[in-house]
C-alpha cells in the first residue's frame, strides 16, 4: 500500500499537478494526445482536458484531489474497453492505469496481485507460469479492472466462478483521496460492493484474486456447423440438452449468424452461410475434455453433416484466451444490446 498522503489544497493548478506527477500528464495539443484520447470502441469519440497516466498510486490520489478541486468529471481507464466509453470523457480528466500492471504471483498460496491497469494477456502471462489461472474474460487485451468490477465472465466460469468471485481484496483510492484496503478482515462492505458493483466506489489500484491450477494446456471446442433448413433449430436444442449435463469442466458459449462475406477463414463458397456455432473450454485433462466436449463437434454427423469449419485442438491456455481477439479490434464501431446482440463496422 502506498503511503502517500497529498493535502488536497497543495495541488490546485495544471503546472502543480503535473509538477508532482511520476507519470505523464496528456493535454489537447501535445503530440500523443489524439492517439492518447482513444478507446477501444471507435464509436466513442470524445476529447477530454488532461489525461493522467499514472505511474503510482500517489499520481492517482493527486489526479483525483485535482479533479475533486477543480470539480472536474473524472473517468477511469484500465483497459478502455467498456463498449459504452466509460473510460473517457468531454473537458474532464482521465486517470489511465495502464502503467500500473505489475502482476506477484504467490504460488504456494495460490493467490495474486495484480496492478489497476493490467491486462487479460498480462494476467495469463504470469500466472501461467506457475502453472495457475485466474478467471478472466476471453480478450485478452481487456483490462481487469472493469471486467472485475463488472462480473468477468470467462472460459473458467463454470468451474471457478466470475473474475469477481475471485477477487479477495483490493487497494482503492476514495473519492476524498484516501488509499484504503478492502478484504474480508478490512472494509469488507466495500470488498462486497467491489465484486461485481461496478466502478464507482473508487479508484481500485490493486487486485488480489485466488488462482487455480490450469493448463498449460486445455481442450477448446470452436466449431462452426451448417445452421440452413432445420439444422439451426438442431443446433439450439443440442446445445440446450448437452448444457443440462455437462460437468462444471465445461464453460461453452453458442451463437449464431452468417459468415461474413470478407471473413478470411472460411472459403468463399461458405460466405453467406447461416450457422450455429460452439465455443466451449474444458477446465481439466485435455484428453478427458476431448472426449467430453466431442458432442458439439458431432452435431449433423447422424445427418451425414460434416461442420463447416472446426478449429477445434489442444491449446495452450494462454491462446485460448486469445483466440477471439481478432474478431474484436481496436477501433471498429461496437453496438451491443442487453440481450447480447453485437454489431460492428
Known sequence: MSNFKQKPDQVRTVLDLKSILQGQ???????????????????IDRRPALIVRCGSVADVVAAVNFARNNNLLLSIRGGGHNVAGHGTNDDGLIIDLSRINRVEVDAAARLVRAGGGTTIGQLDAATQNHGLAVPMGVVSATGIAGLTLG???????????????????AEVVTAAGEV???????????LWGLRGGGGNFGVVTEFVYRAYPVGPNVMFVFVFHDGRGDNMKRGIQLYRDYSASAPDEVSSLMFTGRIPPDEQHFPAELHNVPFVAYAAMYAGDPEKGATVLQPLR????????????DFSAIRPYVEVNQILDEDYPDGLRYYWKSQGNWVKA
Open 151 to 169: 462480473g468477468g465472465y470467462g472460459h473458467l466460469r463454470n468451474k471457478y466462478g466470475l473474475s469477481a468471485d475471485n477477487l479477495v481484496a
Open 298 to 309: 458431432d452435431f449433423g454427423k447422424q445427418r451425414g453433416h460434416a461442420p463447416l469449419l
Open 180 to 190: 484504503i484496503r478492502a478484504s474480508q478482515d478490512e472494509n469488507p462492505d466495500l
Open 25 to 43: 500528464l496528456i493535454r489537447p495539443g501535445d503530440a500523443t494526445y489524439e492517439q492518447d484520447r482513444l478507446v477501444w470502441n471507435g464509436m
